[in-house]
């Protein structure tokens, strides 16, 4: 390229990078206009100390620390040894939960045996009625929709990201739980979203009912908080690292109504 060709070239590019910068300028709309707001009075969000890497956060109730069962009924049968606890029997918490936030961490035995239900199989019963599948799925076909981190049939999960029998894996759950009218009326389904191992496999799923082997699901009204429980299905499942949040009446809906009015009401048109 000749010396004066190159000098033209860079003569035309500062030209050109001072037009875009004019135009930018230029087309930017609303320049002077202030920030939006909501104009929202939103409450401040509490600050809570996360702990450590699933860990329970400050504001948990924890169920199982590897120590104890007291928080449970139904513990005479399990064994807790070496900071975790072995399936012997059903488990109930003695406290009662609605809509959580629980984390789990369970292992199948290590040892295989038996195939399909019969591995590794437990589950944690949300609210005594809703059940997210414990089961030795590494490896072990059965029915799509009674496979670990299932919703008991009603949902496969979105994927199989089931570890080897004997590792540690971890269930993080979000529940919403259904509510009644005072006749008993179904009037909000139940939700659950769920992750297993940290990816998610249940997203926001629309509970059908209650959890059953011989009949379809299906809702019956029962108290706003119950306790969670722990399935013993004749397998020796491990657990650790059991805490839960409850989670308050979610009132952010309430409060975006009115904005979510005005906007579904503005044209299309910018
Ligand atoms: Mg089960």
């Known amino acids: 390229m000749s010396k004066v060709m190159g000098s033209s070239r860079r003569a035309l590019g500062a030209l050109a990078a001072v037009a875009g910068l004019v135009g930018v300028v230029m087309v930017l709309p609303g320049a002077q206009d202030p920030p939006w707001t909501s104009g929202i009075d939103w409450p401040k969000p509490e ?10 956060p400050s504001d948990a109730i924890v169920l199982f620390d590897g120590k104890d069962l007291s928080q449970w009924n139904g513990a005479e049968k399990w064994t807790v040894q070496d900071g975790h606890a072995v399936c012997g029997g059903n488990l109930a ?3 009662a939960f609605g809509d959580c936030q629980l984390h789990v961490e369970w292992a199948s035995p ?4 038996g195939s399909s239900q019969a591995r ?8 005594g009625f809703y059940e997210i599948q414990i089961l030795d799925s590494y490896d072990n076909e059965t029915y799509h929709d009674g ?7 009603q949902r496969p999960p979105l994927v199989n990201v089931c570890r080897k029998p004997g590792e ?4 993080d759950i979000i529940f919403r739980a259904p509510r009644f009218d005072e006749q008993g009326k179904l009037v909000r389904p139940a939700y659950v979203t769920l992750l297993h191992n940290g990816v998610l496999v249940q997203d926001h799923f629309e509970l059908l009912g209650r959890s059953a082997y011989r009949r379809p699901p299906q809702y ?26 409850e989670l308050p009446d979610d009132d952010g809906e309430n409060l975006l109504a009115p904005l979510r009015a005005k906007l579904n009401g503005r044209s299309s048109k910018p």
């Open 47 to 56: 600050v809570i100390d996360p702990g450590s890497l699933g860990g329970p």
């Open 93 to 95: 918490t003695k406290r």
């Open 110 to 113: 290590a040892q295989v045996k």
């Open 120 to 127: 590794g199989n437990s589950g944690v019963y949300l609210m």
């Open 147 to 153: 496979q670990a981190a299932s919703v008991y049939k």
């Open 168 to 171: 540690w894996q971890s269930y």
């Open 220 to 245: 019956a009204p029962h108290e706003p908080k119950l306790p969670l429980h722990l399935q013993f299905h004749g397998c020796p499942v491990r657990f650790r690292n059991v805490w839960i949040r």
